[in-house]
């Protein structure tokens, strides 16, 4: 069985991939900045297989002090905290406020997560990253600037630091988790926190060193940069 670290726990896709993980009969350490009933109601029922430790990824203090909360091997670390950044229309104004704090999530907050669960990562080792379709040079539509910004910052980030870790045999993986029913995808989004964790799910048992470093969808399936 697996021991694995999934930041942003508390809702969405990471409550879900929280809960298939305890489902499979893996170990998980919930890193959410706030606990939510559902991940605590989720750690009650677990039998000890889930703990909650605090974690705001855009807090060094914080992300330390998570990260050593134990001492064990983590094979699977996801990398899912996110927020929407702005929504309206930024050409005339933008809330910098707001885009520094999507950055210190989105961009900082992963690798900050990263190094300080360093030490407890082997060869063989994933660190699965929630990105998105929106920070690719592919998407055809405008808006979500800060957001945009933000992902496609994360994928070449994490892009060169699957370059630096591929000696040691770690993987890294970019995922797209889908249009998802989320309080940020919205309730007409295409998928489920269900379907999309058990795509998450799958992707951080299978990711091979081979194709460390690549941008795919939740259903496995490549993404164009």
Same mark, same amino acid.
């Given at each position: 069985?697996? =021991?694995?670290?999934? =930041?942003?726990? #508390?809702? @969405? ?16 350490? #919930? ?16 039998? @000890? *297989? ?11 203090? !914080?992300?330390? %002090? ?29 809330? /910098?406020?707001? /885009? ?22 082997? &060869? ?7 990105? !998105? ?5 592919? /998407? ?5 600037? !800060?957001?945009? %910004? ?28 889908? /249009? ?24 951080? $048992?299978?990711? =091979?060193?081979?194709? $460390?470093?690549?941008?795919? *969808?939740?259903?496995? &399936?490549?993404?164009?940069?």
């Amino acid at each position: 069985m697996a =021991t694995v670290a999934i =930041t942003g726990a #508390a809702r @969405g896709i990471g409550l879900e991939l929280a809960a298939q993980h305890i489902a499979a009969g893996d170990t998980v350490l #919930a890193l959410p900045r706030k606990a939510s009933p559902a991940l605590e109601e989720l750690a009650a029922s677990s039998g @000890g *297989k889930l703990t909650i430790h605090l974690c705001d990824v855009a807090n060094d203090a !914080s992300v330390r %002090a998570a990260a050593a909360s134990g001492d064990g091997v983590i094979d699977v670390l996801y990398n899912v905290a996110g927020v929407t950044g702005p929504m309206a229309n930024e050409l005339e104004g933008a809330d /910098w406020d707001a /885009w520094n704090e999507a950055f210190a999530i989105m961009v900082q907050g992963p690798l900050r997560v990263l190094q300080a669960f360093l030490p407890r990562l082997r &060869e063989g080792s994933r660190v699965i990253n929630v990105t !998105s379709q929106i920070g690719a040079s592919t /998407w055809p539509m405008g808006g979500f600037y !800060s957001y945009a %910004a933000a992902k496609a910052a994360l994928n070449r980030l994490m892009r060169s630091v699957a370059t630096d870790l591929k000696p040691k045999g770690i993987v890294i993986g970019l995922v797209h988790p889908g /249009w998802v029913q989320t309080d940020m995808g919205g309730p007409n989004a295409e998928i489920t926190p269900h379907e999309s964790a058990a795509g998450l799910l799958k992707l951080g $048992t299978e990711w =091979t060193l081979a194709d $460390t470093g690549e941008f795919r *969808k939740w259903n496995g &399936e490549p993404h164009a940069w």
